[in-house]
């Protein structure tokens, strides 16, 4: 067991708390670099995949699970970032440029929308984002000379520094493009959650009430939350549909935004480390399955929605803190060994009162 | 003639809608959650429908099938609540928001599993025959959505401002601590809310059934029910039915007036805009926030 003495205010936000804790990521920065070396060009494009979806997937966890407000619409902003990222490379800026530039317009117009949705809660954010993933897909039917229609686009060739990113002819250097662009949001996220804005976040979340009352403001901190939320999905999505090769209106689908939100609470709903673990869940479960069919020769169609709905259900149910909630508690209690209980971990139950007066 | 037989075609559309929208509105009512799988009871109460009346399958009588159908959805409503959702007892709904999508999707690979990923037709006796009055035609499955769905919300309004149970559901949404105080067995008055939406969710599928191909996608018309609840105002049940007309009504004539592309954004487009300025609908319940 490891005691922090704390002897200094910069103790309780340094990025990480001791010597251990950054040699272990040190080691894991250090594994993922090496990566290519160890393993295949298949399994390669399968970590990139994964590192792509975390890159959505924390973006929906800086809106759910830092601030509360949860979204089923992030699929439309992933298809805003590939869409402008695709249009600024074609107007001739180079592709880091058009990349960046992406996210950054991806999250104003994500703040400009969330101006309207400030007033709604709970279940009624959920419908109006939901509302706009289903428009989403009819806007870009709608807006062919842009978007392409239904024929959508093919991914330009693209270049970074000298070096072209290919799938196929290099796998190696689509994975460093994903990893950087996962480390970046990974450590904005994290700083994030030092500062100021990101304490405000977690006051919403817990009770925007009392966020007020200790004089946060709340419309603004949730807009800060729905603009960056919806900048880190347009980085995710510009690089879905780049890595898909691909893509028109039925890529990024309403459905695509609700596997976001289940990939977070699997992976734990609040941590940086849920989005991707998560990630890995929602990348390597549809391998796993088509194994799993090859072996006992059966098909069933659908099944990968199927056994997802169920991974969630019993996820919800018994373990609501996700797999990184799971791996806390374990930890703790070889930590404390033998003196963990389980009420540690308790959650609080509150009973309901209704916001209607019929 | 033209603009009433889109009316009319819109009316009866709008009745499923409004039904479908009922079930989430009883939920709302009762546990103040919401239901994001009641698109996909509605497809499952159908499949069960067509499971037992196609001649492919077990070929009962239609009338004989509809209360076997309503038992089994209602049954199945109940069990719903009692192995799942009443764990979620005491925790958020944001938690039961998303429990219910998964749901969905379980529902949705269940059926696609029985009755396959093709589009099937209910051998309903209400899909037969139209009938013509002064140049509008309507199908006989039309009028009978329309005459049933009136009575559903009729009965259903009035168990809830009449009835004993129906009085405990609405304390139990209102102040869980206080309607246990009261003797109100709340977990069980959620399960037969839970049991009610199955039933009401079976009505729904039945119609649609009757009205047009069901296959296993069906359930997403949960989306455009989503927008009669809120436009009807969550947790009004003439509400919901008003909602379910509007949409209904709007659609058709979106299509026929509206450049193709835009038609069909029309009923997303009347929910987002009902959000921002209404947002607890046209019928609203809620007045002030308390903390």
């Known amino acids: ?358 | 003639m033209d603009v009433l037989q889109l009316l009319l075609s819109g009316l009866a559309n709008g009745c499923v809608y409004g039904l479908v929208a009922l079930g989430f509105v009883l939920i709302y009512k009762a546990t103040e959650a919401v239901n994001f799988a009641q698109g996909d009871f509605m497809m499952l109460g159908a499949f069960i429908m067509v499971g037992l009346v196609n001649p492919q399958f077990m070929g009962l009588n239609f009338w004989l099938a509809v209360p076997i159908a309503l038992i089994l959805m209602a049954t199945l409503g109940y069990l719903l609540d009692l192995l799942v959702l009443r764990h979620m007892f005491g925790q958020s709904q944001t938690a039961v928001v998303i429990l219910t999508i998964a749901l969905g999707f379980v529902i949705r690979f269940i059926a696609g599993v029985i009755w396959g990923h093709e589009p099937q037709n209910l051998h309903s006796p209400l899909a037969l025959g139209d009938v013509r009055f002064g140049g509008v035609v309507l199908s006989m499955a039309d009028i009978a959505v329309i005459v049933v769905t009136v009575i559903m919300t009729m009965l259903l309004w009035q168990f809830f401002q009449r009835t004993k149970l129906g009085l405990a559901m609405q304390a139990a949404s209102q102040n869980q601590m206080a309607a246990y105080y009261m003797g109100i067995p709340v977990k069980r008055v959620q399960g037969a809310v839970w049991a009610l939406a199955g039933v009401v969710a079976c009505v729904a599928g039945i119609l649609y059934a009757s009205k047009g191909t069901l296959d296993i996608s069906s359930g997403f018309i949960g989306i455009k029910a989503f927008a009669a609840a809120v436009i009807g105002g969550f947790g009004s049940l003439p509400g919901a039915l008003m909602g379910g007309l509007i949409v209904g009504i709007i659609e058709p004539f979106a299509a026929r007036y509206l450049p193709a592309g835009y038609s069909q954004i029309a009923p997303y487009a009347l929910l987002i805009i009902v959000l921002v300025f209404r947002p607890h609908g046209l019928f609203a319940q809620v007045r002030v926030k308390k903390v």
């Open chain 1, 1 to 358: 067991m490891r005691f922090h003495f704390k002897t200094s205010y910069d103790h309780d936000i340094r990025l990480f708390p001791d010597w251990y804790k950054f040699s272990l990521y040190a080691v894991l920065l250090l594994i993922l670099l090496a990566l290519p070396w160890i393993i295949d060009s298949f399994y390669l494009g399968e970590v990139t995949n994964v590192l792509i979806w975390s890159v959505a997937g924390l973006g929906l966890m800086l809106l759910t699970g830092q601030t509360g407000q949860v979204s089923l619409g992030h699929s439309a902003f992933m298809a805003l970032g590939a869409y402008t990222c695709v249009n600024f490379m074609e107007a001739g800026l180079p592709f880091l440029a058009a990349f960046l530039l992406a996210g950054v317009v991806t999250g104003i117009i994500g703040a400009l929308v969330a101006i309207p949705a400030l007033k709604l809660h709970g279940v009624y954010l959920s419908i109006f984002t939901l509302a706009l993933a289903i428009l989403a897909d009819d806007f870009i039917v709608i807006l062919e000379p842009w978007t392409g229609g239904v024929n959508g686009y093919f991914a330009p060739e693209i270049w970074v520094f000298g070096i072209e990113i290919n799938r196929w002819a290099a796998p190696e250097t689509w994975y460093f493009l994903t990893l950087g662009t996962a480390l970046f949001v990974t450590l904005i996220y994290r700083n994030l959650l030092r500062s100021p804005l990101g304490r405000a976040f977690a006051a919403v979340r817990d009770s925007e009430i009392s966020a007020q009352a200790m004089g946060v403001d709340v419309a603004r901190t949730k807009t800060m939350a729905f603009g960056l939320s919806c900048a880190f999905a347009g980085l995710g999505g510009a690089l879905m549909g780049l890595f898909a090769g691909a893509f028109n209106n039925e890529t990024f689908n309403f459905l695509i935004s609700i596997q976001l939100l289940m990939m977070i609470i699997i992976g734990g709903l609040g941590f940086i480390h849920g989005a991707f673990l998560g990630a890995i869940v929602i990348a390597f479960l549809p391998q796993f399955l088509s194994i799993a069919t090859d072996v006992l020769h059966i098909t069933v169609p659908g099944l990968e929605t199927g056994v997802f709905g169920m991974i969630l259900i019993a996820f919800i149910l018994f373990e609501p803190m996700g797999l990184y909630g799971r791996w806390l508690k374990m930890r703790t209690w070889l930590e404390l060994f033998p003196f963990a209980r389980r009420d540690m971990f308790r959650r609080q139950k509150s009973y309901l009162k209704t916001e209607r007066l019929r």
